[in-house]
Structure formats: structure tokens, C-alpha cells
């Protein structure tokens, strides 16, 4: 059974740091593509991160980049996300995702999604 598990959410000052991980099961996903979204309370689902097949290509919306990293562990079918110098604004759920084509998840489109882990930065 395909199964995504994100964990590493939960609460933060601002200025602080987490480290999300989704653990994928039910098969191997190097080859797939996996990225992070995010939804805020009262707003639709957003991109945040994604990295190809292999980990060889990395992209970020711009609101996150230099302070997110995301990364995968293939010999553990794990995927990372990093989370430096959080924001008030960084505060949602979110979500891990897989699909085959990079250019699906970057048009934010999955084929499997993780149930989601909370994320909430006080200021």
C-alpha cells in the first residue's frame, strides 16, 4: 500500500527552525518527483518546494528561497524540508506529494499526497 507520512510540524517562535520529513512506503519513489505545499488557514494549497527525480534539480517559490532546503534520503525513501528563519507567514499545513513528472508537482499536481503535518510560527 502507497503510503506518504509527513512528520516534524508543531509550533515555533519566529526567527526559529523545523525539519519536516515525509517517509514514503509501498514502493521505491527515486525516481519520482516530490515536493512540499503548504495551505494556510482560509487559503488554497500552494507550492512550496519540490526536487526531481534523484534529487538532481531543486525549486522553491520565492518566499522561501534561502531559508528552505528540501532534500531527499533515497536509500531510506525519505524526503526533507529544511525550514530556517520561519515567519508568522509560514504558518499552514503541509503536505508532501509524489508524482512522476517534475512538471506536474511544480504545476501543483500529485498522484499520491501525505495526510499533512501543522506548522505554526508565533511572532
Known amino acids: 500500500q502507497v503510503q506518504l507520512v509527513e512528520s516534524g510540524g508543531g509550533l515555533v517562535q519566529a526567527g526559529g527552525y523545523l525539519r519536516l520529513s515525509c517517509a514514503a512506503s509501498?514502493?521505491?519513489?527515486?525516481?519520482?518527483?516530490m515536493g512540499w505545499f503548504r495551505q494556510a488557514p482560509g487559503k488554497a494549497r500552494e507550492f512550496v518546494a519540490a526536487?526531481?527525480?534523484?534529487?538532481?534539480?531543486?525549486y522553491y517559490t520565492d518566499p522561501v528561497k534561502g531559508r528552505f532546503t528540501i532534500s531527499t534520503d533515497n536509500a531510506k525513501n525519505t524526503m526533507s524540508l529544511q525550514m530556517n528563519g520561519l515567519k508568522s507567514e509560514d504558518t499552514a499545513v503541509y503536505y508532501c506529494?509524489?508524482?512522476?513528472?517534475?512538471?506536474?508537482?511544480?504545476?501543483?499536481?500529485?498522484?499520491?499526497w501525505g495526510q499533512g503535518t501543522q506548522v505554526t510560527v508565533s511572532s
Open positions: 526536487i526531481s527525480g534523484f534529487g538532481g534539480l531543486t
Open positions: 509501498g514502493r521505491a519513489w527515486n525516481r519520482f518527483a
Open positions: 506529494a509524489v508524482h512522476p513528472a517534475l512538471g506536474t508537482v511544480l504545476a501543483g499536481g500529485a498522484v499520491y
